[in-house]
Structure formats: structure tokens, C-alpha cells
């Protein structure tokens, strides 16, 4: 199925902030033993820090995004793709789970760490289930 716009896998975003993981298109392996991956940003959006940083993420990040979402859904902290070479994410939520801090680490390229601060409604893990769906149907991937 072709989409007819990039999809919000992660959209994290309240009190004006955000931080949005973007799927722009999906990229073939150039070698046979490796998976295709989809392409995209991570976008990161507040009154004090704007910025992104392009990413690819594999099959495997999506599963883990699906555990993530899973363990965030129980009202435990989680981190996406961590230790990995890849941009990393970390979601903290407060005791009473109407907020979370979101931490996007980029240890490889430009070096920064910034950690953003946005409110969570019960409705937001019905919508990132949505996403992962979504996105899983416009680009499936060997091994997703």
C-alpha cells in the first residue's frame, strides 16, 4: 500500500511541546542479508529547542517500539533503541501518569541529549497503537 504522506509513528506532544518520530518512505537493503528500512526524523519541537535529525528505523525497532508501548501502557518507563546506532529514546512518566519526559539522545552524530516535557492522555496509547498499525500497513517489512 503506497501512502500518500509521511506517518507519525511517535507523536508525543502537549503543554507546546513535541517530539514526533516521522516515516517518510521506506529504503531497500542495498545487501541482501540486511532488512529494508523505513526513513524518516525525529523532530523535536518546544518554545526553547527546535530541531531534528534524520533516522532509519529496521524491523527490530519496531517490535521494540510495540514492547515499549506495551510496558508504557502498564505505567513503566521505557527506552526505544537504546544502546543501538540509532538516535535513542526514553520515556519517564510521572507518578500520576499525566506526563511524561521524553529524552532523545543522539550519542553518534551531533552529540546532543534533550529531554522535553509533555502531557499524556489515557486516549494517547489507543492513537500510538494506531500509528505502529498504520504504519506497519503502508510499509510491512521483512521481519516486523
Do not use: C
Not at 37 to 47: F, M, N, R
Not at 76 to 82: A, C, G, L, T
Not at 98 to 112: G, I, P, Q, Y
Amino acid at each position: 500500500m503506497a501512502s500518500e504522506g509521511p506517518i507519525d509513528l511517535i507523536s508525543l506532544e502537549g503543554e507546546g511541546n513535541r517530539v514526533i518520530v516521522r516515516i517518510t518512505g521506506r529504503q531497500s537493503a542495498q545487501d541482501p542479508p540486511r532488512a529494508d528500512a523505513l526513513v524518516g526524523e525525529i523532530i523535536v519541537d518546544t518554545a526553547f529547542v527546535r530541531g531534528s535529525i534524520a533516522t532509519s528505523i529496521f524491523p527490530e525497532d519496531l517490535t521494540e517500539w510495540q514492547e515499549a508501548l506495551d510496558t508504557l501502557d502498564g505505567g513503566q518507563d521505557v527506552s526505544w533503541r537504546e544502546n543501538k546506532r540509532a538516535t535513542e529514546m526514553f520515556i519517564e512518566l510521572d507518578p500520576d501518569g499525566e506526563r511524561a519526559h521524553v529524552t532523545v539522545a543522539d550519542r553518534s552524530m551531533s552529540l546532543t541529549t534533550v529531554t522535553v516535557t509533555v502531557a499524556v492522555a489515557d486516549a494517547w496509547f489507543d492513537d500510538a497503537y494506531h500509528r505502529l498499525d498504520q504504519v506497519l500497513r503502508t510499509w510491512p517489512l521483512e521481519g516486523a
